[in-house]
């Protein structure tokens, strides 16, 4: 699977602006999930962000929170989420991007983690709670086994905090778009622009935003904003969950294609 860093640079070669999804693994099921990432694969999606259930989620908001929790509540674990991945990935044409919290790296070892998320095909990682300071081990680690880790700067986060993350960041920064946890906004914030300009100006790496895009109008908002990928979150792990799985799995379908339509 190509790594992060290299599919955001053919998109940037096509003037394309990315899109990622993200759902949460083992919600409904874990069935419903593989059949969910190759529908978002087959509908637009140029990277799906995957979610591992995790019991203290202190940067999602409560859609995402209560997904984590019907996830773990039927037994769904890190080992199970790989397995999945590992049948599933190659059938995918988007990069995997598994997100996690750095609690149960360092529970399994941060080599191991590494070694053991690479061999099933995932090509990115975004750990949300992952101290600055402690990242160059995670980096290494990462590095042996092919892995982009991306790391997230904040709306609060001052400058030049802002610099050495973008400087330690790989595939592309995520900027985190309001102050808070992730969920559905009703409207983008202005001043999102303004830190997108100045990432701009920090850094040539790509820009990746999230928390609280929930439609296409906010999509293409960040797109003519400078962003160089959009991630939705929230609005599709509703969709998955509020109806029957055959009627959820086309709903993101439709939804994947019109947010890909806005970022044409």
């Known amino acids: 699977m190509a790594l992060v860093s290299d599919r955001f640079r053919e998109l940037q070669a096509r003037g394309e602006c990315a899109l990622i999804p993200f759902v949460t693994a083992g919600d409904p099921d874990l069935a419903t999930t593989a059949a969910a990432l190759r529908v978002l694969d087959q509908n637009g999606a140029d ?27 039927q037994g769904v674990t890190l080992d199970a989420v790989l397995a999945m991945v590992k049948t599933l990935s190659p059938e995918l044409s988007a990069p995997l991007i598994l997100f996690t919290y750095y609690n149960p790296i360092l529970n399994r070892g941060i080599k191991q983690f590494m070694a053991d998320i690479g061999a099933v095909g995932v090509a990115g990682l975004v750990v949300p709670d992952l101290p600055l300071e402690e990242v160059e081990g995670l980096l290494t680690a990462a590095a042996a086994a092919n892995i982009d880790v991306t790391l997230l700067v904040a709306p609060t986060s ?9 400087a330690q960041a790989q595939g592309f920064v995520y900027l985190v778009s309001v102050t808070g946890v992730t969920g559905v906004r009703s409207e983008l914030q202005s001043r999102v622009k303004d ?5 701009k100006q920090t850094t040539d790496k790509p820009i990746g935003v999230g928390f609280g895009v929930s439609d296409p109008d906010q999509a293409s908002q960040l797109k003519a904003w400078g962003a160089d990928g959009v991630i939705v979150g929230s609005a599709f792990v509703k969709r998955l969950v509020a109806d029957p799985p055959e009627t959820a799995l086309h709903n993101i379908g439709d939804f994947c294609r019109s947010l890909k339509a806005a970022l044409a």
């Open 47 to 73: 990277f799906i962000e995957l979610g591992v259930p995790y019991s203290d989620p202190l940067a999602d908001g409560p859609v995402i929170q209560a997904a984590a929790t019907r996830a773990l509540a």
């Open 158 to 166: 001052p400058q030049d905090r802002i610099q050495a993350i973008a």
């Open 195 to 199: 830190l997108i300009d100045g990432l």
